[in-house]
């Protein structure tokens, strides 16, 4: 399997960034979707249904990822910023 959104998974990767460099919103965003993803993985193997650690997973992360930029058009710029400049965020 390979990742279906190359560019919004580098995006995503960028703002992982910026998450490990302490940008607090970046820390919340992808907090939620590794959350909800370890969930689904955990709630799935309790009921005995496979579920690896592949790039399916990260597919979903990035679907979550694209309904969260979807849902909140007016964080499109900070968005934007986040992601192209990862680990280079203002004071």
């Keep these: 399997m390979t990742i279906n959104n190359r560019t919004l998974n580098e995006r995503l990767s960028n703002l992982e960034t910026n998450a490990e460099k302490g940008d ?9 979707i590794q959350d909800s993803a370890d969930y689904l993985m955990k709630n799935l193997l309790e009921t005995g249904i496979k579920a690896n650690n592949c790039d ?3 597919n979903l992360e990035v679907a979550m990822y694209e309904y969260i930029l979807d849902s909140n058009p ?7 910023y986040a992601e192209s400049q990862p680990g280079e965020l203002p004071d």
């Design 56 to 58: 399916g997973i990260r």
């Design 24 to 32: 607090a919103l970046a820390e919340d965003v992808t907090q939620i």
């Design 74 to 80: 007016e964080l499109a710029r900070y968005f934007v």
